[in-house]
């Protein structure tokens, strides 16, 4: 069965770091393309950024990330990463990853696997 898992989000104030993961379980991330996104109630999920087969990263939101956020993968543990430095209180959402096959894509219908979200909070 295939299954995503975020993890690392938590409380952090602001202009600190914090690096969520994404296991993957029942796929190989190295033939897939993998994007974060988030969400906040009442809002659009929206997309951050992508990493593709080859290791290519599209930004998918650069109003929201202002170069801050870097996406990064580890094959060998099945894994990508974002890590998030200099948060702000805006940055406070549920954030999400997410597979597709090979390329990556600005349109989240594309995804085929979600995982269930990791709550980031920024706050003094």
């Known amino acids: 069965q295939e299954q995503l898992v975020e993890s690392g989000g938590t409380l952090v104030q602001p202009g600190g770091s914090l690096r969520l993961s994404c296991v993957a379980s029942?796929?190989?991330?190295?033939?897939?393309?993998v994007a974060w996104f988030r969400q906040v109630p009442g809002q659009e999920r929206q997309g951050l950024t992508c990493?593709?087969?080859?290791?290519?990263?599209?930004?998918l939101g650069v109003r929201f990330m202002k170069g801050r956020f870097t996406i990064s993968r580890d094959n060998a543990k099945n894994t990508v990463y974002l890590q998030m430095n200099n948060l702000e209180p805006d940055d406070t959402a549920t954030y999400y990853c997410?597979?597709?096959?090979?390329?990556?894509?600005?349109?989240?219908?594309?995804?085929?696997?979600w995982g269930q979200g990791t709550q980031v909070t920024v706050s003094s």
């Open positions: 990493i593709d087969y080859s290791d290519t990263e599209t930004t």
């Open positions: 997410a597979a597709k096959g090979w390329h990556c894509s600005p349109l989240k219908g594309e995804f085929d696997y």
């Open positions: 029942g796929l190989r991330l190295e033939y897939y393309a």
